[in-house]
Structure formats: structure tokens, C-alpha cells
């Protein structure tokens, strides 16, 4: 099954992935007019002045739940596995993916808002790449098949968040903990299987309220330690900086050769950590109360430069700076040592890293500072991957009647994925990053094709938003002003607020 898996994860991160990734990045950048450096101000203020309903969370819940899914252990063991496999030189191609895929990211949540709908069980917004995929060109001849389309993401979304991602967070949670207080990994399963049982039970709304008092709170604590460390290596900033650059283009001796692996590397924890066209940010951006589409998608492109240039970037150089990472040939710990750095022998790649770089500058606080962020960080990662998984659920409610296999339904995918948490932290870390890695490749190239095909309706939001903000006006969206259609819900408020 192990040798399965990784061909199967072989093929699904060809290097055909990395330039789909980095091409739509590129595209996406162009047509929008740079949207990702120019609307900075649009996307900052948006964040402060977000609105909220019964039915849909604030522009700031919607944040922290899409960061809760950005903000994990792809941040701090994801960033260790892309320096162990690819150099310090996959942080520079990290920093590009964040920078393209912000663009990316926009177009994908644009579109989520675009044709969002209620919960007819629950009121709640939903919305995502599966309703988006089917719904733009379902008054076309296409109609059939874009369905078809929508109803394999969904069922790709569903395995991917509620099975194969969970357990990478969790198996995290269990070795950091293990590494700084020596708990078995059972305990760490039992219990962040109980207190995740709790908070799901309660819905998007507690989710997001959980969200939006710890993702904050622990984000900004782990880059303030991070700013500490780099003061202390003051020194270090302008060499840590030089070879990060000088690694992504192959110009350090030390790592020649490695310039594919550093691309190929930071591209796949680029995506896996800040999400950009992954199809995962969208869920979350479909469940905010906004007036215009447009400003959800602002929110979710300034998303990506919190996950990625903060929170990548303090772990980079947290280990860059303390020199606390050992860089392998072949991307296996089995292969050749291109540079050993100063760790412990015996430290495996992962959480290890961070934990003796800080413990190097503040002895004793490494391991346990570095479990608590871990705890928190995949902790409410894996709460928006189930908020994930019940949102594709809830899209094939259209076709089940009985509101009683509804609800069944969503319980057997809570159970699902608490076992799933517990099998993560049991498992070994290369087969949860493995199902990991196939999870996000999937929906990557299935969201990626379709934000492709579908880009035209993202675009004519975003030129609407500019010409109401051009003319002095709070944007208000109106589907058919703009000639989008199957927006039923944007219709229906467009109808309202005219009455």
C-alpha cells in the first residue's frame, strides 16, 4: 500500500502540477491588473468593516476560519520538510507561490461568493469550487457536465478534508508534544479527538468564534518570537536572506543542483500551507456576509500574505538563522547529506527543526513553545477541514429528501474525521504526509482547470467593484447589471433590496 501511495502521489505532483500552479499564478496576476499589490488598501479595509447576519459570519470570522485551514502545520513542519528536501532556496519559491497564488486566491473566493446559497437545513451560507463549478454554466449545453465536474470535487474535497488531511495536523500535534513533554502519542489522539468532538457538534458558527479567538492570538505570538530570534541573529539577517535568494536560482555552491527539487518543494508546501487555488479557501469564503463579492475576495487574497510571508517566513528564518536543518539529496532522509547544519543527532525533519532553532537562543523553551503553536496551529486546521468536508456534503442535499439521512450523514462524517485525527497521530509522519500531499494535489488540479474555465464571471466582479469605487459608491452587487447568471442568491437580495 506504501509504495501505491507514493507512485500514486508521484503522479499526482508531477511537475505538470507545479506549472499548472505557477501558471494560473502568473495568468491570474495579468488579467487582474496585479490585483494582489495594487488592491492592498481595498483588502485591509475590507477586513475592518465587514458586515454580519444570521445567516453568514463576518468578513473577520471568514478570515480566521480560511486562515484556521492555512495557518497549520504546514507553517512550521511543512516549511522544516521544504528546507530538509529542497534547500533554503524553496523559501524564495514559498514567497513566489503566496505572491502568484494571492491572485489565484481572489479569482476561486470571487467565484464562492459569486454563487453561494443557504443551508435549507441550516440557514447557513455554503458555497465552494463544487457550486461554483456547476452553477456558472448551468443555463449553457456544458450544463451536464459541469455537474458531473462539481460532484467529483466535492467527493474529492469531502475524502481529502475529512480523511486524508486531518491526519497530517494531528500526527504533528502528537510528535511536537511527544518531543517536548514525552506524552504518548494515544494521549494526544484521545485528547484532541474529544475537544475537536466538542466544537464541530456546534456548527460554523462556533467554529468561527473558536477561530477568530485563537488563530489571532497564537499567529501573532509565534511572529513576535520569531521577530525576538531574528533580533538576536541580528547579524545573520542579510546571509539567512542572501542564500535563500542565492539557493532558489542554484548560485550556492553548497546546494547545486537542487534548483528543480527547490522549486518543486516550495510550490508543494507553498500551496499545502497558504491554500491558493487548492480549493479549500473558497468554502469559507462563500459563508461571509458581504455587499459585493469582490470584498470577500480581497479578504481571502490578503489571507495568503499572512499564511506565507508572516508565519513561512518566521519559521524560515527561525531555522535558516540558528542553523538547525540538515538538507538531503533524493528528498528522503535516507539520502545523501548535502549540508548537516548544527541539529542534534537523531532529530527527524519536521517540528524538530524549529524546536532545537529556538531552544539554540532561549534554552528550554523551543520544544514546549513549539508544541503549544503546533497544538493550536492544527488544532483549528483541522476544525476548518471539517467545516470543509460538511460544506461539499451539504451540496448533495439537493438530492436527498429525507431530512433525517441529512443529518445522518453529517454525524457519520463527524465521526469520520475524529478518526481519522486519531489514526493521524498513531500513523508515521511520512504516510500522513503522503495522503496529505495526494488530498491537496487532487483538488488542486481539479479547482485550478475549473477557476481556468470559469474565470470570466470573477472578472466582470471585479471590474463592476472598481467602477462603483471609481464612482464613489459602497459596491453593491447586482448580478445581472453585469450579465452573471445562476447567482439565484445574489438575485433574490438584489430583488429585496430594490422592494
Not at 480560511?66 to 523559501?91: D, E, K, M, Y
Not at 481529502?160 to 514525552?182: C, E, H, K, M, R
Not at 507553498?270 to 480549493?279: L, M
Not at 524560515?316 to 540558528?322: H, N, V, Y
Request: glycine fraction near 10%; hydrophobic fraction near 50%.
Amino acid at each position: 500500500m506504501a509504495d501505491f501511495l507514493d507512485s500514486l502521489n508521484g503522479i499526482i505532483w508531477s511537475p505538470a502540477l507545479v506549472f499548472l500552479c505557477l501558471g494560473a499564478g502568473i495568468y491570474f496576476t495579468i488579467v487582474t491588473r496585479f490585483l494582489q499589490v495594487r488592491c492592498i488598501p481595498d483588502m485591509i479595509r475590507q477586513l475592518a468593516s465587514g458586515e454580519k447576519s444570521e445567516s453568514g459570519v463576518s468578513s473577520f470570522q471568514s478570515l480566521m476560519i480560511s486562515l484556521s485551514g492555512r495557518v497549520g502545520v504546514g507553517n512550521i513542519a511543512g516549511v522544516a520538510t521544504a528546507i530538509a528536501f529542497g534547500g533554503p532556496g524553496a523559501v524564495f519559491w514559498m514567497w513566489a507561490v503566496a505572491l502568484l497564488g494571492s491572485a489565484t486566491s481572489f479569482i476561486e473566493c470571487t467565484l464562492a461568493q459569486v454563487y453561494k446559497e443557504k443551508d435549507r437545513d441550516t440557514g447557513e451560507y455554503r458555497g465552494g469550487p463544487a457550486y461554483y463549478i456547476e452553477k456558472a454554466y448551468s443555463h449553457t449545453k456544458a450544463a451536464p457536465v459541469m455537474l458531473i465536474y462539481g460532484v467529483v470535487f466535492a467527493v474529492a474535497m469531502i475524502l481529502a478534508t475529512s480523511y486524508f488531511l486531518p491526519g497530517i495536523q494531528a500526527n504533528a500535534v502528537a510528535d511536537a508534544v511527544s518531543n517536548a513533554w514525552g506524552i504518548e502519542v494515544g494521549w494526544s489522539a484521545f485528547v484532541l479527538a474529544g475537544i475537536l468532538a466538542i466544537i464541530i457538534i456546534g456548527g460554523v458558527k462556533r467554529i468561527a468564534t473558536f477561530a477568530s479567538m485563537v488563530v489571532p492570538f497564537m499567529a501573532v505570538i509565534y511572529i513576535v518570537v520569531s521577530i525576538i530570534v531574528m533580533f538576536m541573529n541580528f547579524n545573520q539577517i542579510p546571509e539567512v536572506f542572501g542564500l535563500i535568494f542565492r539557493s532558489a536560482f542554484n548560485l550556492e555552491a553548497g546546494f547545486s543542483g537542487m534548483l528543480g527539487v527547490a522549486i518543486m518543494w516550495g510550490v508543494r508546501r507553498g500551496i499545502y500551507s497558504n491554500e491558493a487555488g487548492q480549493g479549500t479557501g473558497p468554502q469559507s469564503a462563500a459563508a461571509a456576509e458581504v455587499s459585493h463579492p469582490a470584498k470577500q475576495g480581497f479578504v481571502q487574497a490578503f489571507a495568503v500574505y499572512i499564511d506565507t510571508l508572516f508565519v513561512c517566513s518566521a519559521t524560515a528564518f527561525m531555522i535558516i538563522s540558528t542553523d538547525m536543518y540538515t538538507v538531503y539529496r533524493g528528498e528522503s532522509e535516507d539520502g545523501e547529506v548535502v549540508y548537516p547544519g548544527s541539529l542534534p543527532e537523531g532529530v527527524a525533519v519536521g517540528p524538530g527543526y524549529v524546536q532545537n532553532g529556538l531552544d539554540s537562543v532561549a534554552s528550554g523553551v523551543g520544544p514546549t513553545f513549539v508544541a503549544l503553536a503546533i497544538a493550536f496551529f492544527a488544532f483549528t486546521t483541522v476544525l476548518a477541514y471539517y467545516y470543509m468536508a460538511e460544506t461539499n456534503l451539504t451540496y448533495f442535499n439537493r438530492w436527498i429528501k429525507s431530512h433525517g439521512l441529512r443529518r445522518a450523514l453529517v454525524w457519520i462524517l463527524r465521526v469520520l474525521i475524529i478518526v481519522s485525527v486519531i489514526i493521524g497521530a498513531t500513523t508515521t509522519p511520512g504516510a500522513a504526509w503522503t495522503l496529505g500531499d495526494i488530498g491537496v494535489g487532487a483538488t488542486a488540479w481539479l479547482n485550478i482547470i475549473a477557476i481556468l474555465i470559469l474565470q470570466v464571471p470573477a472578472l466582470k466582479v471585479l471590474r463592476d467593484y472598481e467602477k462603483q469605487k471609481k464612482a464613489g459608491k459602497d459596491p453593491q452587487f447586482d448580478p445581472a447589471a453585469v450579465g452573471i447568471k445562476n447567482a439565484n442568491f445574489w438575485e433574490e437580495r438584489e430583488k429585496n433590496r430594490r422592494a
